[in-house]
């Protein structure tokens, strides 16, 4: 890693540390020396470069992200006394009725070519950035020191984060863990991170454990798209009614393997919906600007089919992840299928989440 006071290249950022998912809160004496827990927030992962003069942001995937979000440049000159390399998150805060929720929607709006788009966002929907972990700071590369003493020099560093920069909170205690799990999702945060107190900073390596909310939903088949190599099926179209009836995507289900996408299409052949001509009804598909090259086409089935599938939240009216397919349900009437049978988090103000 080169030092924080040569901000490095696009080819030398440092790659963040991941987590791998687990079913519930481990317990701290499940690793040496106990977990510190602390809220998944549903943002941009981001590193910060800071070498006393200037400010990069890297991306997860090594992009840069600092033209994106000339507010945060400022604030974290203000906020930072010395070179450091900060690891965190980009979130964007909305006003909603009885406080503040996180708006994944409106933070990706702000990946955007254009520089007169991008000023103008950067008042309109200015973002924030949560720090939660320290990996340089001076000359000092704190990447072989543990978790627990490079948390403590992050707490030093932001002893009193003016916002939008923030300090993320932190526990202990696995009780906590649990309460931040069942109120903190109504602030649109995705779960609760536990992260080994005695271990080093792992670049890339899927040392943490992340927890997020588990749901299962019917819906309505729609239509499918072909796999990407072109056989069989890539992803089901899904869509639940509304109150008036009608129905309205929200989503779709993929990761099928090379067997199940082959026997899908014969599955699927009897709904496929057909023209008076007797040829195969297509779609044209939602684009946006990450998909403009994109094919977004898919084949239309009538809406007789119905899926059970596995989610984790729901973003306004549609998942806000790629769901996981569970079985079919003969059982259930597509018109059952309605937006009633999501289960909503109680609101939480997420002023009461930041530091």
């Given at each position: 890693m080169k030092t924080p006071v040569d901000i490095p290249s696009p080819a030398h950022l440092v790659s963040p540390m991941l987590a791998k998912p687990v079913a519930s809160v481990p317990e701290p004496d499940a690793v040496p020396g106990g977990y510190s827990y602390e809220p998944k927030w549903d943002g941009f992962r981001a590193i910060v470069y800071f070498d006393g003069t200037d400010v990069e942001i890297g991306s997860r995937g090594s992009k840069?992200?600092?033209?994106?979000?000339?507010?945060?440049?400022?604030?974290?000159?203000?906020?930072?006394?010395?070179?450091?390399?900060?690891?965190?998150?980009?979130?964007?805060?909305?006003?909603?009725?009885?406080?503040?929720?996180?708006?994944?929607?409106?933070?990706?709006?702000?990946?955007?070519?254009?520089?007169?788009?991008?000023?103008?966002?950067?008042?309109?929907?200015?973002?924030?950035?949560?720090?939660?972990?320290?990996?340089a700071i001076g000359n000092e590369s704190l990447l072989d020191e543990p978790l627990a003493q490079r948390r403590e020099r992050l707490e030093k560093l932001l002893a009193s984060p003016k916002a939008p920069v923030h300090l993320s909170q932190v526990s202990r205690d696995p009780a906590i863990a649990e309460r931040w799990l069942r109120e903190f999702e109504g602030a649109g945060l995705d779960g609760v991170i536990a992260k080994p107190l005695q271990a080093p900073y792992a670049p890339g390596k899927r040392t943490m454990l992340k927890i997020k909310h588990e749901r299962t939903a019917d819906a309505v088949v729609t239509?499918?798209?072909?796999?990407?190599?072109?056989?069989?099926?890539?992803?089901?179209?899904?869509?639940?009614?509304?109150?008036?009836?009608?129905?309205?995507?929200?989503?779709?289900?993929?990761?099928?393997?090379?067997?199940?996408?082959?026997?899908?299409?014969?599955?699927?052949?009897?709904?496929?919906?057909?023209?008076?001509?007797?040829?195969?009804?297509?779609?044209?598909?939602?684009?946006?600007?990450?998909?403009?090259?994109?094919?977004?086409?898919?084949?239309?089935?009538?809406?007789?089919?119905?899926?059970e599938v596995k989610y984790d939240q729901m973003e306004g009216a549609r998942f806000r992840h790629t769901v996981q397919f569970r079985r079919w349900r003969p059982d259930r009437d597509p018109e059952t299928c309605t937006f009633a049978q999501l289960e909503v988090p109680v609101a939480y103000d997420l002023n009461k989440v930041l530091l």
């Amino acid at each position: 890693m080169k030092t924080p006071v040569d901000i490095p290249s696009p080819a030398h950022l440092v790659s963040p540390m991941l987590a791998k998912p687990v079913a519930s809160v481990p317990e701290p004496d499940a690793v040496p020396g106990g977990y510190s827990y602390e809220p998944k927030w549903d943002g941009f992962r981001a590193i910060v470069y800071f070498d006393g003069t200037d400010v990069e942001i890297g991306s997860r995937g090594s992009k840069m992200l600092t033209r994106y979000f000339p507010e945060l440049v400022a604030a974290l000159h203000q906020n930072l006394a010395e070179p450091c390399v900060l690891d965190g998150e980009i979130v964007l805060r909305a006003q909603v009725e009885g406080g503040e929720r996180l708006d994944w929607e409106a933070l990706s709006q702000r990946i955007h070519p254009a520089e007169s788009r991008i000023a103008k966002l950067s008042v309109e929907t200015p973002a924030s950035f949560v720090a939660f972990d320290l990996l340089a700071i001076g000359n000092e590369s704190l990447l072989d020191e543990p978790l627990a003493q490079r948390r403590e020099r992050l707490e030093k560093l932001l002893a009193s984060p003016k916002a939008p920069v923030h300090l993320s909170q932190v526990s202990r205690d696995p009780a906590i863990a649990e309460r931040w799990l069942r109120e903190f999702e109504g602030a649109g945060l995705d779960g609760v991170i536990a992260k080994p107190l005695q271990a080093p900073y792992a670049p890339g390596k899927r040392t943490m454990l992340k927890i997020k909310h588990e749901r299962t939903a019917d819906a309505v088949v729609t239509g499918y798209r072909i796999h990407a190599s072109g056989v069989g099926v890539g992803s089901l179209l899904l869509g639940l009614y509304d109150r008036n009836g009608e129905l309205q995507p929200v989503g779709g289900a993929s990761a099928f393997s090379d067997a199940r996408r082959r026997e899908l299409i014969d599955e699927l052949a009897p709904y496929v919906e057909r023209d008076d001509a007797g040829e195969i009804v297509r779609g044209a598909g939602e684009r946006n600007r990450f998909s403009a090259s994109k094919d977004t086409s898919f084949v239309k089935l009538v809406p007789a089919l119905v899926v059970e599938v596995k989610y984790d939240q729901m973003e306004g009216a549609r998942f806000r992840h790629t769901v996981q397919f569970r079985r079919w349900r003969p059982d259930r009437d597509p018109e059952t299928c309605t937006f009633a049978q999501l289960e909503v988090p109680v609101a939480y103000d997420l002023n009461k989440v930041l530091l």
